[in-house]
């Protein structure tokens, strides 16, 4: 596929609160699992054109976590909502 040069033509959506919640738990498992793995302490990690080490690979991924959680926030009660009750 050739790449994109401009965005005429391009549509979207805004992520629903699936898709942020997905994302979330990607994030957190990527924490949990850095944080567990002592035997990749040394290992540098790329975010996009840099490396970073692995405290620095940490604050991006909370950085991230920070942001989708405010998208998530910043949806409307009744999308957000995990409970499927006709009753309501």
Known sequence: ?????SFDGITGQPRTAAQLLAILEKIDLAIY?????DKNAGISYRIGDRSV????????????????????????????SIYDDPDL
């Not at 596929?1 to 040069?5: F, G, W």
């Not at 699992?33 to 793995?37: A, H, Q, S, V």
């Not at 950085?63 to 989708?68: D, I, K, N, P, Q």
Request: glycine share 2%.
């Open 1 to 5: 596929m050739p790449d994109i040069t």
């Open 53 to 80: 080490d692995r405290a620095g690979y940490l604050r991006w991924l909370l950085e991230a976590r920070r942001l989708y959680t405010q998208q998530l926030s910043a949806l409307p009660a009744w999308e957000v």
């Open 33 to 37: 699992n850095l944080l567990n793995e």
